[in-house]
C-alpha cells in the first residue's frame, strides 16, 4: 500500500515540497559559503556591537551545516514518498529543531535575542527567525499528517 493512501496527500505534498526545497537551497548556500573565498558573509553570523561576529565557522563546519540541511531535505522527501515510522520521528525532531533556533539562545540569536542593532541582528529578525519558525512548524504539520 503506498503511503499517499494513509495521508491527505494533497496538504503534505503542498506543504512538504517547498520544505524541500527550501532545505536544499540552504544546503546549497552552505555549501558556497565554505568554498567562497572570504568566507561567510557578515550578516548571516551573529555579531558583537562594534566587534564583529561571535565565531567564525570553519568551511568544515560550514559544510557539515550544509550536508545536515540536505540530509533533512532527503528526510523530508522520504517522508512525503514512502511514509514511516521513523522518518516521521526525524521530521518531528526537525520541527523541534528549527523551533529551537527560532527562539534562539537569549544572547544572540531568535526571538528572545538581548543584542538588537547589529545588521545580523536585523536579518535574524526579518528573515532567518520568521523562516526557522515557519520551517518548524511546517515540519511538525507534515509529521503529524
Same mark, same amino acid.
Given at each position: 500500500?503506498?503511503?499517499?493512501?494513509?495521508?491527505?496527500?494533497?496538504?503534505?505534498?503542498?506543504?512538504?515540497?517547498?520544505?524541500?526545497?527550501?532545505?536544499?537551497?540552504?544546503?546549497?548556500?552552505?555549501?558556497?559559503?565554505?568554498?567562497?573565498?572570504?568566507?561567510?558573509?557578515?550578516?548571516?553570523?551573529?555579531?558583537?556591537?562594534?566587534?564583529?561576529?561571535?565565531?567564525?565557522?570553519?568551511?568544515?563546519?560550514?559544510?557539515?551545516?550544509?550536508? #545536515?540541511?540536505?540530509?533533512?531535505?532527503?528526510?523530508?522527501?522520504?517522508?512525503?514518498?514512502?511514509?514511516?515510522?521513523?522518518?516521521?520521528?526525524?521530521?518531528?525532531?526537525?520541527?523541534?529543531?528549527? #523551533?529551537?533556533?527560532?527562539?534562539?539562545?537569549?544572547?544572540?540569536?531568535?526571538?528572545?535575542?538581548?543584542?538588537?542593532?547589529?545588521?545580523?541582528?536585523?536579518?535574524?529578525?526579518?528573515?532567518?527567525?520568521?523562516?526557522?519558525?515557519?520551517?518548524?512548524?511546517?515540519?511538525?504539520?507534515?509529521?503529524?499528517?
Amino acid at each position: 500500500m503506498h503511503a499517499f493512501s494513509q495521508r491527505e496527500p494533497v496538504v503534505m505534498v503542498a506543504l512538504g515540497v517547498p520544505v524541500v526545497a527550501v532545505l536544499f537551497l540552504l544546503s546549497s548556500l552552505h555549501v558556497y559559503w565554505a568554498i567562497r573565498r572570504g568566507g561567510i558573509p557578515a550578516q548571516v553570523l551573529p555579531q558583537r556591537p562594534g566587534e564583529g561576529p561571535v565565531r567564525r565557522p570553519t568551511p568544515g563546519m560550514t559544510l557539515l551545516v550544509a550536508v #545536515a540541511l540536505g540530509a533533512a531535505g532527503f528526510a523530508v522527501a522520504g517522508f512525503l514518498v514512502v511514509g514511516g515510522p521513523l522518518l516521521r520521528v526525524a521530521l518531528l525532531g526537525l520541527a523541534f529543531v528549527f #523551533a529551537a533556533r527560532a527562539v534562539g539562545d537569549f544572547a544572540f540569536v531568535g526571538l528572545f535575542k538581548r543584542v538588537r542593532g547589529t545588521e545580523f541582528a536585523r536579518y535574524d529578525a526579518a528573515l532567518y527567525t520568521p523562516l526557522c519558525l515557519l520551517l518548524g512548524l511546517t515540519l511538525l504539520l507534515v509529521g503529524l499528517s
